[in-house]
T-cell receptor, first 114, second 113 residues
Framework: AQSVAQPEDQVNVAEGNPLTVKCTYS??????LFWYVQYPNRGLQFLLK??????LVKGSYGFEAEFNKSQTSFHLKKPSALVSDSALYFC????????????FGTGTRLKVLA | NAGVTQTPKFQVLKTGQSMTLQCAQD?????MSWYRQDPGMGLRLIHY???????DQGEVPNGYNVSRSTTEDFPLRLLSAAPSQTSVYFC????????????FGPGTRLTVT
């Protein structure tokens, strides 16, 4: 069965420092991977995705993610964190069996400290 | 485009009551889904639809029904509300094709007493 793990419930980082939010996956075949962000009392917003090609994917708001097939990871990164980046971040994998199902991780709360 | 809309934003039900959560999208997306979000559990898929007239169960379908009579609308029905269904519910839609991201509605916060 396909699954996604986000091992950290919360990540704290100082403003201006680089940030990493971790995600590992377990799928059969080539994965379709996504990152979403949720601000308080809002729905999820798409940040970026990896489908194929370059392992470093760039997305919205200066975020990027690195796909590592050998480590089955898809960590979210940003070179310089902003206080406004504080939110809940979800990693997701798309079921490739044709059912259009997405499997989400449990989420990581990012707190950027001024 | 309004994107994905959900109504109501908030709802309080008593145990045993029934209600329908509405979801609509104006992007002509074929795929729609319902999730519930609970603390520490992430998003769990309740039901999904790959097109009008086609629905299927997700991870946690018990206690919920769906139908998809049009491309635009995908209502979620709670048949007999239970306190365990207290949650935040999100509807999402996706364009057909395997590489597309999901668009989420703003959510409905449901409390069952």
């Amino acid at each position: 069965a396909q699954s996604v793990a986000q091992p950290e419930d919360q990540v704290n980082v100082a403003e201006g420092n680089p940030l990493t939010v971790k995600c590992t996956y377990s799928v059969s075949g080539n994965p379709y991977l996504f990152w979403y962000v949720q601000y308080p009392n809002r729905g999820l917003q798409f940040l970026l995705k990896y489908i194929t090609g370059d392992n470093l994917v760039k997305g919205s708001y200066g975020f990027e993610a690195e796909f590592n097939k050998s480590q089955t990871s898809f960590h979210l990164k940003k070179p310089s964190a902003l206080v406004s980046d504080s939110a809940l971040y979800f990693c997701a994998v798309r079921d490739i069996s044709g059912t259009y199902k997405y499997i989400f991780g449990t989420g990581t709360r990012l707190k950027v400290l001024a | 485009n309004a994107g994905v809309t959900q109504t109501p934003k908030f709802q309080v039900l008593k145990t045993g009551q029934s209600m329908t959560l509405q979801c609509a999208q104006d992007m002509n997306h074929e795929y729609m889904s319902w999730y519930r979000q609970d603390p520490g559990m992430g998003l769990r898929l309740i039901h999904y639809s790959v097109g009008a007239g086609i629905t299927d169960q997700g991870e946690v379908p018990n206690g919920y029904n769906v139908s998809r009579s049009t491309t635009e609308d995908f209502p979620l029905r709670l048949l007999s509300a239970a306190p365990s269904q207290t949650s935040v519910y999100f509807c999402a839609s996706t364009a057909s094709g395997s590489t597309h991201e999901q668009y989420f509605g703003p959510g409905t916060r449901l409390t069952v007493t």
